[in-house]
């Protein structure tokens, strides 16, 4: 059972290129406890899945899993892409430092991007389908997932309206079902 974060939690923070940064409210609470996969546990996912063909990894049951859903939704005309899974802490990292570099403010790179130890895509387990923005929401892919994926061990994390998070329709996480594997039925 998850436990809910009460929004009193103490201050935390986060350091980034020697500079440190308050985690905003959004995201105190909730940073992710669960040791990081090894190099060992991350597989590739086949690069046909992937939004041009790039090299992405995630957890083996975690791609196993999103292997057969995009098996699935093939077989009825869905074609599911994904454009990110596993970031380290440190790319986590890099991606706010650029930004941070570009001028933006981190209150307002983390409307959308967790800092460093907080992102779910450090488990290995957590996609971004493609498009991994707003449209995302009206295409038929996502309208697929939501009534198939938590078959294959997938929910939405940050659904409408369900969260103190803006909503991010194309944020799906891989998480086991029943005995440790995805039910494909």
């Known amino acids: 059972m998850e436990q809910v974060p009460q929004p009193d939690v103490e201050r935390e923070t986060v ?4 500079r440190e940064f308050e985690v905003p409210a959004q995201w105190r609470g909730l940073r992710i406890r669960e040791k990081p996969p090894g190099l060992a546990e991350l ?3 086949p690069r046909r899945l992937a939004k041009d063909h790039g090299l992405i990894y995630l957890r083996r049951d975690a791609r196993d899993a999103l292997v057969a859903m995009a098996a699935a939704a093939e077989k009825e ?3 599911l892409k994904i454009d990110s899974g596993y970031r380290s802490s440190q790319y986590q990292k890099t ?3 650029r930004q941070l570099a570009r001028g933006k403010t ?3 790179i983390t409307r959308f991007v967790a800092p460093p130890g907080y ?3 450090r488990t290995g387990t957590a996609v971004d389908f493609s498009p991994s923005n707003w449209r995302f929401a009206s295409t038929p892919q996502y309208r ?3 009534g198939h994926a938590a078959g294959f061990g997938f929910s939405e994390t940050y659904p409408e309206n369900g969260h103190r998070h803006p909503w991010e329709p194309w944020h799906w996480r891989f998480r086991q079902v029943g005995h440790g594997r995805p039910d494909h039925g």
């Open 43 to 45: 597989a590739p996912v």
């Open 77 to 79: 005309g869905i074609e």
């Open 106 to 108: 981190f209150a307002d």
């Open 144 to 146: 697929w997932l939501t």
């Open 119 to 121: 992102s779910e895509h």
């Open 95 to 97: 991606i706010i430092a």
């Open 15 to 18: 350091r980034i290129g020697g």
